[in-house]
């Protein structure tokens, strides 16, 4: 029933800015919340950041907490992940997800978009 597709990712040096944006598409749908997160080799897929669209309330994993801002844009129902100050280990495959239902538990997910943080 929903596509999600992401764009943003990219290839950037230490220090430096990434937008990622999701805008979700689909003939009828709703928005419980839409998060993003993120996958590094090797790795477990990490919850990253979670954006509540009843009460805009965010969630923010400890490790990206006052480098990353997730937003949404009400008239296009698409939501933003802005990360600034970017580290080597920020380096991962980045999924945008979304939840349609109020338990929380996210349902779609998008084809992932690289973003790689060299040193």
């Known amino acids: 029933q929903v596509q999600l597709v992401e764009s943003g990712g990219g290839l950037v040096q230490a220090g430096g800015s990434l937008r990622l944006s999701c805008a979700p598409s689909g003939r009828s749908f709703t928005i419980f919340s839409m998060g993003w997160f993120r996958q590094a080799p090797g790795k477990e897929r990490e919850l990253v950041a979670v954006?509540?669209?009843?009460?805009?309330?965010?969630y923010y994993t400890d490790s990206v907490k006052g480098r990353f801002t997730i937003s949404r844009d009400i008239a296009k129902n698409t939501v933003t992940l802005q990360m600034n100050s970017l580290k080597p280990e920020d380096t991962a495959v980045y999924y945008c997800a979304l939840a349609s239902g109020s338990g929380g538990a996210f349902n779609y997910w998008g084809q992932g978009t690289q973003v790689t943080v060299s040193a």
């Open positions: 954006f509540g669209w009843r009460d805009s309330s965010t």
